[in-house]
Nanobody, 120 residues
Framework: QVQLVESGGGLVQAGGSLRLSCAAS????????MGWYRRAPGKQRALVAT???????NYADSVKGRFTISRDNAKNTVYLQMISLKPEDTAVYYC??????????????WGQGTQVTVSS
């Protein structure tokens, strides 16, 4: 089993910055893609950004130019640097890891979420 633990959320004013971290730990697994998703009040969970083991990134249009995703493969840790935050960025942010277990089966894990609140 794999656990993902997010940290770094909090309350900031519009225009501020936050850096989220997510560390994956547990038994044998090989993570290919890690990413961040968010769920705003009254809305469905949505993609924020993903990054492959090789460093290929993908961003939602709403965060392009403001958010940067990165990862440390040795630590199985993914980061999300958020700048120029807007009130519409307010959401619970969830970390995701996708890959394969040692037995060869597909693995997909989610963190517990961390709250990001951006005030006007």
């Amino acid at each position: 089993q794999v656990q993902l633990v997010e940290s770094g959320g909090g309350l900031v004013q519009a225009g501020g910055s936050l850096r989220l971290s997510c560390a994956a730990s547990g038994s044998s697994f090989s993570i290919n893609v890690m990413g961040w998703y968010r769920r705003a009040p009254g809305k469905q969970r949505a993609l924020v950004a993903t990054i492959t083991r090789g460093g290929t990134t993908n961003y939602a249009d709403s965060v392009k130019g403001r958010f940067t995703i990165s990862r440390d493969n040795a630590k199985n840790t993914v980061y999300l640097q958020m700048i120029s935050l807007k009130p519409e960025d307010t959401a619970v942010y969830y970390c995701n890891a996708d890959g394969y277990t040692g037995s060869g089966s597909r693995a997909d894990y989610w963190g517990q979420g961390t709250q990001v609140t951006v005030s006007s």
